[in-house]
């Protein structure tokens, strides 16, 4: 089930090193949300502090509220894993669990959060989320070999469908293609869309075709300086940020003037 | 811009000198390696008869000498000062190999040809029971049973702890606290073997008055174990990916599981290794076992009371007869710990390469 995200005054901090300051923003439910702007400027960041990951980060610390579906992410007796169960993450690198075998990589989310399931069951779920992740035509015939001998392109997408096995309701992407070639990249960006339906997802990118291409919504993030905090300069429809922004920073940056 | 166009000038005809006149320089032929081999190794002989020399050690030595020298010589005129440089480096790499190998060797070697004869069924299973210094037979049933009961007893104990401390030093330390963790488990590491069966002396038995007993002697390797297991367990955690740690959280797998199920896993085939080597490092201690575990000649299987035996206590016990038939049990029983550590190791290793992260298509 698909969850709007409502976040407002956030201002993350790395020890005393202020990354990002007093953002503002709603997130569609149903919809894909890209988060382009130079390097350094917060959108990883930012993207972490959705899910609780970036308190994970020794000197990590967040203020503000963080609202999915109304209910505060950062409110009191809320705990992080629960968030983060709900609140799935695919990152730059693929990372698959190199102890296992494809199949115990997309069951792990399940497994290790200790849900028992029948082996049909399992097997079914295993299948479903594989072939959600356009993978399974490809893997079918060797689930029990490691996740780590696929292509870095198969690799992510092993990791979108281990994501996704655990039936969150939002997903982020941390610059989910930055590793992978055009093809690989191409085979990402038609499981985003077919995934958006699903998921609320919410995608980092430096790729701004990419960002043209997949998302409904464009947030351009900008920092005044190197050392200054990183801020949210404007969030619209794709359409209308790509073609007439309201502001001239994020015109620039997308014509390639800077950054 | 007049001082850019200095540096421009000068740096062509510096670029020139580095260019390679020809992309085929001239080469030594193969031959001349085993070549330059046998006329050192001439030289070196020649040398040595010559010179009156009595230790075939030197005449080696000046072979090695001769070898370095006339192949450094050789290639610079022949191939240049980049190819000899190269092939001096490759000289000493394998000079090393063949200095650190020389011990091992010999020492396989004497253990197994003075040993071996002596490792029967016979010697694995009876003890030295009613056995005098002089006369043939004994065994070392009693010792094999010490060793493996006090080296099991010991990484029982100190396996676990050492584990957990290298996973919160790793994964939850931060501080003073931890801070302090790894700076005496530095300094355990250097505690040496005699002062930790001194300590364990005055607790159990003096302060305690426990016997002798293994379970002392345990308690010894243990403290001995631990330090070592931390150390390299901590090595092994801290090459594990932050990514793998974070793909896990962020499927909502708290950090606990995520630290059993994710990141001991990956490190295993390590963690293995470094407990490998504290085990083999204790099953060789003698010192706090003379202490602790004061030795028998009879089998005492009971680990927690009585005196007992262990294979190193015995290779040194029947060495100190100095008969022939004690030096012969002594060499026997030292193949035979030899063996037992590296059955061991091997076994340990199978597990970890069963265990370990797996690749390939």
């Not at chain 1, 409502?6 to 569609?28: C, P, R």
């Not at chain 1, 899910?51 to 509220?65: F, K, Y």
């Not at chain 2, 030594?28 to 046998?38: D, G, I």
């Amino acid at each position: 089930m698909a969850k709007r995200i409502d976040v407002s005054g956030l201002t993350a901090y790395y020890g005393a090193h202020k990354a990002i300051e007093d953002i503002t923003m709603h997130v569609e439910p149903g919809a894909v949300t890209a988060f382009i702007g130079p390097s350094g400027c917060g959108k990883s960041t930012f993207l972490r502090t959705l899910n609780r990951m970036h308190e994970v980060t020794p000197g990590g610390r967040v203020e503000g509220r963080v609202l999915l579906d109304n209910e505060d992410l950062y409110g009191p007796g809320v705990d992080p894993v629960s968030v983060r169960r709900t609140i799935g993450m695919v990152f730059q690198r693929p990372n698959p669990f190199p102890t296992m075998s494809i199949y115990d990589n997309v069951a792990a989310g399940i497994r290790l959060n200790g849900g028992a399931r029948r082996k049909s069951e399992m097997d079914e779920l295993v299948e479903r989320n594989l072939r959600g992740a356009n993978l399974w035509n490809e893997v079918k015939d060797r689930l029990a070999r490691p996740g780590s001998g696929l292509s870095g392109g198969q690799q992510q997408r092993l990791c979108i469908a281990r994501a996704t096995a655990v039936a969150p309701d939002v997903l982020l992407m941390d610059e989910p293609c930055s590793a992978l070639d055009p093809v690989s990249t191409l085979a990402i960006e038609d499981l985003i869309d077919k995934l958006k339906s699903e998921y609320t997802i919410v995608i980092v990118t430096h790729n701004m075709q990419q960002a043209a291409r997949v998302s409904d919504r464009t947030a351009f993030f900008n920092l005044a300086a190197i050392g200054q905090p990183g801020k949210l300069i404007e969030i619209d429809d794709t359409q209308q940020i790509f073609s007439n922004p309201s502001v001239q920073a994020t015109e620039d940056y997308i014509s390639g003037r800077f950054g | 811009m007049s001082q850019t166009s200095h540096t421009t000038v000068k740096s062509a005809p510096a670029a020139a000198d580095v260019r390679p006149k020809t992309l085929r320089p001239p080469r030594l032929p193969r031959w001349s390696l085993a070549a330059l081999l046998l006329g050192s190794a001439a030289v070196g002989v020649a040398a040595g008869l010559l010179g009156g020399l009595e230790s075939r050690a030197q005449w080696g030595l000046i072979a090695a000498l001769v070898f370095v020298v006339a192949r450094f010589a050789l290639t610079s005129a022949v191939e240049g000062r980049r190819q000899a440089v190269d092939r001096l480096a490759a000289t000493l790499v394998w000079a090393s190999f063949v200095l650190a190998m020389l011990p091992l060797a010999s020492l396989l070697w004497e253990t197994v040809s003075r040993g071996g004869p002596g490792v029967d069924w016979y010697f694995l299973t009876h003890s030295m029971n009613g056995v005098l210094s002089w006369q043939d037979g004994g065994g070392i049933y009693h010792a094999l049973l010490g060793t493996v009961q006090q080296v099991a007893l010991a990484s029982v104990l100190a396996i676990p702890v050492g584990l957990l401390t290298a996973v919160y030093l790793v994964e939850y330390g931060r501080g003073r606290l931890a801070k302090a963790i790894t700076f005496f488990v530095d300094v355990m590491t250097g505690i040496p073997s005699i002062v930790a069966g001194l300590f364990v002396l005055s607790l159990w038995i003096m302060m305690l008055d426990l016997g002798y007993s293994g379970f002392a002697g345990a308690l010894a390797l243990s403290i001995l174990m631990m330090p070592i297991v931390v150390r390299s367990t901590e090595e092994m955690l801290k090459l594990v990916p932050g990514e793998l740690r974070e793909a896990s959280l962020a499927l909502g797998i708290p950090k606990w599981r995520t630290i059993l199920k994710v990141v001991l896993p990956t490190a295993i085939g390590g963690i293995t290794t470094g407990v490998m080597l504290a085990l083999a490092r204790i099953a060789g201690e003698t010192a706090p076992i003379i202490l602790l575990v004061f030795g028998n000649n009879m089998i005492n299987a009971n680990v927690f009371e009585g005196a007992q035996s262990s294979l190193p206590l015995y290779v040194y016990e029947q060495w100190a007869y100095g008969t022939e038939a004690a030096y012969d049990r002594a060499w026997a029983a030292a193949l035979v710990l030899i063996a037992l550590v590296m059955i061991l190791n091997l076994v340990a290793r199978g597990i970890a390469r069963w265990k370990a992260p797996k690749t390939g298509r």
